[in-house]
DNA sequence: TATTGTTATACTCTATAACTATA
DNA sequence: TATAGTTATAGAGTATAACAATA
């Protein structure tokens, strides 16, 4: 059986490649993974101010300001005004935004089949209960440093 | 049961999860995500030329020099000539260099630890298995795009 | 001629601090 | 006085291209 410490690189390793395969992926759309989240954001809220991506992204505003800049000047999103508040910047999605998103959205679809189309049920019930035990795990255990090597 | 899709999303949280820890981890050592990376990469094979650094990191020569000076300000690294071809720079650990992937290397004992280590054997196995399998099926399916959110 | 590492230049993501416009 | 977003400044990671030293 498989050593603790070798699932843990095995999951690293893993947690890379998917990494890669997303990157690779998003820069054919001209998109980095910053900006992909922040358009995913817009996709499943709809328009939204700056300030509130800020929020979601755990970034700053000033950071958003450059993601914004960005994605409008590779022509996923528009800034509008707020219609009450004037001090708000809406940021809304353009035509071509909301069709990389539906693309992403189809992406999301064919990786989940890739990874476990050909997973039997057993093993995909039995795999989901392990994620979840260790995701539970990560989230209660945040204070110490669990540092890695990648 | 979980849909595939939702599957994927928890596994895609997993990585944003081990990524934030990881980080947040190395920044006490005052270390980055790449430069940590360069650094497990003398721990394991000892001193290495640059070039060879810059192959297994899958970057460009370019970008070694500047982790390499950032290890070197930082006390983790120390440059030194090669013994017969005089092109080459040897990059090897300082003691506090080594000390930093000691702490490293502990630091993934005690996740692997905190991840699997209250998980019984029988569904550790399981888990393992589901693992291999998406590991497996990344590796061969690198022709298409997925993108994902994040 | 080929290889190693550097300087030069540029882009992206990230942060804090100071400032403007609005509330 | 507080909030939204900007400009200013800075550091880190990344890339390509041109160049120097060495092989």
Redesign the pocket.
């Known amino acids: 059986m498989l050593d603790r410490r070798e699932a843990l690189d095995r999951l690293l390793e893993l947690v890379v490649l998917l990494d890669a395969d997303m990157t690779e992926g998003l820069a054919r759309e001209g998109?980095?993974?910053?900006?992909a989240?922040l358009l995913w954001l817009l996709h499943q809220n709809g328009p939204a101010?700056?300030?509130?991506?800020?929020d979601a992204?755990?970034?700053?505003?000033?950071?958003?300001?450059?993601?914004?800049?960005?994605l409008v000047?590779?022509g996923h999103v528009a800034?509008g005004p707020?219609q009450?508040?004037?001090?708000?910047?809406?940021?809304s999605l353009t035509e071509r935004g909301a069709s990389a998103s539906a693309e992403m959205s189809r992406g999301h679809e064919e990786l989940a089949e890739l990874l476990f189309g050909e997973m039997t049920d057993r093993r995909f019930t039995a795999f989901v209960a392990g994620l979840n035990h260790v995701l539970s795990r990560l989230r209660e255990g945040l204070q110490p440093a669990h540092v890695g090597g990648r």
């Not at 998109?31 to 900006?35: A, F, Y």
């Not at 009450?84 to 940021?91: A, G, P």
Request: aromatic share 0%; glycine share 6%; proline share 5%.
């Open positions: 998109l980095t993974v910053p900006r989240h101010a700056q300030r509130r991506l800020a992204l755990k970034v700053s505003p000033r950071n958003v300001t450059g993601l914004v800049d960005g000047a590779s800034r707020h009450t508040d004037r001090r708000v910047t809406l940021v």
